[in-house]
């Protein structure tokens, strides 16, 4: 679910260092939101980050 569908963002995978440098496995998810937009004239729910909303990739349904 965690995937835009427009530019492909998606969970990226990392390590979390602690200040005593104890390393573990973390993620980063993206911040993905389920609105409704316009896909081939019609409105259908996507998954879209908030960085294609804002930058206008995505036309939302009314």
Same mark, same amino acid.
């Given at each position: 679910? &965690?995937?835009?569908?427009?530019? /492909?963002? #998606?969970?990226?995978?990392? +390590?979390? +260092?602690? $200040?005593? $440098? #104890?390393?573990?496995?973390?993620?980063?998810? !993206?911040?993905?939101? #389920?609105?409704? &937009? +316009?896909?081939? /004239?019609? !409105?259908?729910?996507?998954?879209?980050?908030?960085?294609?909303? #804002?930058? /206008?990739?995505?036309?939302?349904?009314?």
């Amino acid at each position: 679910m &965690a995937k835009c569908e427009y530019c /492909g963002k #998606r969970v990226s995978f990392g +390590i979390k +260092i602690s $200040h005593s $440098h #104890r390393r573990s496995n973390r993620t980063w998810k !993206p911040n993905v939101k #389920r609105v409704k &937009a +316009i896909v081939d /004239g019609s !409105p259908k729910r996507v998954y879209a980050c908030t960085r294609c909303l #804002r930058s /206008g990739k995505v036309t939302r349904a009314v």
